[in-house]
Each structure stands twice: as C-alpha cells, then as structure tokens.
C-alpha cells in the first residue's frame, strides 16, 4: 500500500534515543524502501543548532548504532537532505512558531496536508509542556492523520501514569496516541504469538494442566552506563518490570484474541494484568526480591559496582536487579507461577522464556533409565539468540535403555534468509501506517503499574539493608534463588 506523505517530528531530537535507535531505524526503512515516498524528520531540541551540524551528528550515530553499518553515501544523501532541525523551547508559552512555519512550508512544498507523527523522545517532565506546546500550536487535531509517539517511561507510579493519560486523553483521542514499549517490535517478542496460535501443537497444552511454571529472564551485562541520572530515580522495577518483562508475560499468557486487530490484542493482554494476584504488602518480601550489583567482573572485565558509578549517589538505594513471583488467577492458570527476572551487570546478554511443562502422570522406565530426568521445556529465544527451542527425552543411542535430553532448534538466522527488522523500525513502521497493536492502550500502561504498585511501596518504605548485594558478572542477590526454591524450583541457566 502506498504509504501517505508524512512528516516525523522528533522532540528531544538532540538526544541520546535519536542518534542511536530513531535514525538508524528510519534509514534502514528507507534503505528497504518502506519509508513513504514523501517523507521528512524534524528533530525538535532547546539547542540552537544548524541542520547541517544536526544532521552530521545523526551520521555518525548511524556508523555506530545502525545495524547496517553506515552503508554507502548516496542514500545517506538522500536521507539527510529529509532532515531538518528546529529549535524550541517547549516550556515557554511563545513556543511552536518555528515548528508550525517548518510544518506549513512542507506541506506547502509537497502541495498537499501530510500526516503528522510527533514522537516525544524526552522525560516525563517535558511530557506536559510538549503536549500542550501541540495543542496550542493546533497542529495536531486530525485524529485520522496526526498521531503522538510517547516513549517510555510512561510515568514513575500509578498515580502519574493517570495524570499522564488525562492529560494526553483531553487533548487528543486514544487512537492518536502511541506508547512504545520497544520489545514489543522485536521480532521473536512478535513471533510469541504467532508460535502459540498459528500453530494447533502446543496451544492445547499451554495451560495448568500441562505447564508447571515459567520463567521469563532478561538480563544484561551493561551497568547503568551514562544514565546514572535517570536509573537513579527509576530501578529496574521501573524501568524493566513493569513494561518489557510485563508485556511479555502478557504474550505468554494471553487468551486467543479473536482477531488481529489492535483493540482484540489489547483487551486480552489487560486482561493478564488484571488476572495477576495482587501482592499483598506484607508478602512483598516473599514474591519480589531486589538487588544491587557491587564491582566485579563481566566477561572478563573488572568493573565498578553501582553505588561507585558516576552520577550515583555511594549511597544510593536503587535496584539494579529484580526478581518477581506472580501469580495469574484466571481458568487458564491458576496455580502456576510466573517468575520474571532482569538485572545489571549479569553474566551474559540474553533474553528468554522458558516454559516447563509437567512432568509424564506415570514413570514407566526403570529408576536406571531416567538417573538425569527433566521435564520437558520450551525455551523462546529472544535475543541475542533468536529462535525456539523444545527441549524432549528421548533414548540415548547404546544397547541399554538409557534416556537423555535432545533440543529440537528453530533458529531464525538458520530458517529465513533475510535479515530481521530492529524493533524501532517495525514499530516506527506502524505508527506511519496507523497500525496501533503494538502499542500500549493507557489502561495497560495503568494495569501494568498496579502489579508493580505494592513493591514499589514495600521497597520505597523500607531501605534495603544489604545493598550491594551481587557481585557483577554473578546470576543476582542469592535472596532470587531461596525465593524460586520455596515453589520448589530453580532459575534454569540461559543459553
Ligand atoms: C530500555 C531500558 O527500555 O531497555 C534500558 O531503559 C535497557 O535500561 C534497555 O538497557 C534494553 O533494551 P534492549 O533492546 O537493548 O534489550
């Protein structure tokens, strides 16, 4: 479908989001032709800055961060020549006149009213101020054409997601709005359901009956890197919890939408939300553990432990590492628990899903045969690995009956030829077309901070007494491992 001419207006354009994922994303849509025929970049920031400076510092974020590289100078050309920067000082009640000439003389340049995508790359302080720079400007009234990209973090509690949502919702109408939640655009996060309801072979076990637990991980081995500022008054509670880990859960544990439109996928995933036990104030310490990473080594690096990072407080009570037990009261799974774990400074970078089944109702194979007994698993690989693996028994080869575990592997790189998309670009993809399924409805935003309400209390009220408490380059805090024994389980290892 030929895409309408479109204008994409950055704000916080100088930043660090814009360099590294925005611009690579949208040159490598041009790069694959997807990007409309007619189409311009406004990167919005309080600096005053030329747009041949402004678009230098976007190339060379692109020879760094782009995962083609910076490929060759004749479509950087041309992408740079659609790239323009406007200088604005959102909080002053004056602001909006230079974006509105930029915007009228394109459209008066094109001939005709382009769409309008205004992406608000910047804190949640600023959030208000752009918002109402927009409105009082008018420039974004076509709720058919004009559509707002709010990057996260939506809000820091429950109370200033509401805020939030009112005041965007008595601006603009939901279906303009677009709160990004990047995992949501990475290629296996997508694949979760199209695995479990494209298939007939696993939806008919995918439930209490057949599934024991799950556990769903993602760690890094990055620490808290130049962000000290915002880490610090978010944790990964915050910052990890309750968007990425929860929205995966959420693909996991959804009921089959009836369709693939953007309303039936979201009301069932809020449903997930809804279905979670809340915890209770006195059971935080029983279902949440968090944790600091002190100095240690990460992959053969010696390296500062946070409270030693710059820009952190020597004092600083903020987790870098957290570990959930949730439960989901609903038909489907009750009694299963959902353990979510993500941290700082872990040993490797991976992201997954394991789901472990239950094991066979009746051992027949003598004790002999099954000395390295484990249930069957599938582990959905999210990245760097991406693909699936099914994890079964079967008989090892030799004259006696011996059995052992064998991995059937679905590799992405192995199966498909092409090159996968970067979550930026499918999602940034959408928000041209007007697709809204990937992203997050403001009840969801909502839903999702009131699983993560009760501990964000707990935690606030209570200063942890023995932070740091992981060495980086370790798995986490051991409280994370004695939480999952008491279900009688364990983390499984990635990888
Ligand atoms: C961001 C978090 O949303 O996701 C970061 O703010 C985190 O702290 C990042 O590092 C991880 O994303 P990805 O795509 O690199 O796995």
């Not at 309750?242 to 544990?253: E, G």
Request: hydrophobic share 40%; with cysteine.
């Amino acid at each position: 479908r030929k895409l309408d001419p479109t204008i994409i207006v950055i704000f916080g354009g100088g930043g660090d989001l814009t360099r590294r994922k925005l611009i690579p994303a949208l040159h490598n849509l041009m790069l694959d032709n997807l990007l409309p025929q007619r189409c311009a970049i406004i990167g919005i920031g309080r600096r005053s800055m030329d747009d041949d400076t402004f678009r230098n510092h976007l190339k060379s974020g692109l020879e760094q961060f782009s995962r083609r590289g910076g490929s060759t100078e004749q479509p950087w050309d041309d992408f740079g020549s659609r790239i323009s920067y406007v200088s604005e000082d959102v909080t002053s009640k004056e602001s909006g006149a230079a974006l509105t000439r930029r915007l009228n003389e394109i459209d008066s340049d094109w001939g005709v009213r382009a769409n309008r995508i205004f992406y608000l790359a910047i804190p949640p302080s600023m959030m208000e101020p752009a918002a109402a720079m927009l409105q009082r400007m008018g420039v974004c009234r076509d709720c058919k054409r004009d559509r707002l990209v709010v990057e996260k973090p939506f809000g820091r509690d429950i109370a200033s997601a509401r805020t939030l949502n009112q005041l965007l919702s008595g601006m603009f109408v939901e279906s303009q709005i677009y709160r990004i939640d990047h995992f949501l655009g990475k290629e296996t996060v997508q694949n979760i359901l199209a695995f479990r309801f494209a298939n007939s072979l696993f939806e008919p076990v995918w439930n209490r009956r057949y599934i024991d637990h799950v556990q769903i991980t993602v760690a890094e081995t990055v620490g808290v890197e130049n962000r000290a500022n915002f880490f610090e008054q978010s944790g990964a509670l915050r910052d990890m919890i309750q968007n990425h880990l929860l929205q995966i859960l959420c693909l996991v544990a959804m009921e089959p939408p009836i369709s693939f439109d953007a309303d039936e996928v979201r009301n069932k995933k809020v449903d997930v939300l809804r279905a979670i036990r809340p915890i209770l104030a006195d059971d935080v310490h029983k279902s949440a553990v968090r944790g600091q990473y002190a100095r240690g080594f990460v992959e053969g690096q010696a390296v500062a432990g946070y409270r030693e990072e710059s820009g952190v407080s020597p004092h600083s009570c903020t987790e870098t590492y957290v570990a959930l037990k949730l439960l989901i009261d609903n038909w489907r799974w009750q009694g299963v628990p959902f353990y979510l774990r993500t941290g700082k400074r872990l040993p490797a970078k991976v992201s997954e899903v394991s789901i472990i089944f239950r094991s066979p109702p009746h051992q027949l194979f003598p004790s002999a045969a099954v000395d390295n007994w484990q249930p069957n698993r599938i582990v959905i690989k999210i990245q760097p690995e991406e693909g699936i693996n099914t994890r079964i028994q079967v008989k090892q080869p030799g004259t006696r009956l011996l059995l052992g575990e064998a991995d059937m592997r679905f590799r992405y790189g192995e199966a498909f030829k092409a090159a996968a998309p970067e979550a930026y670009e499918t999602l940034l993809l959408d928000a041209i077309r007007g697709d809204a399924t990937l992203f997050m409805r403001a009840d969801q935003v909502e839903c999702a901070w009131n699983v993560v309400s009760p501990i964000l209390a707990a935690w606030e009220a209570v200063p942890p007494a023995d932070f740091p408490d992981y060495p980086a380059g370790s798995w986490g805090p051991e409280a994370a491992d004695r939480m999952i024994a008491r279900g009688g389980h364990n983390w499984l290892q990635p990888g």
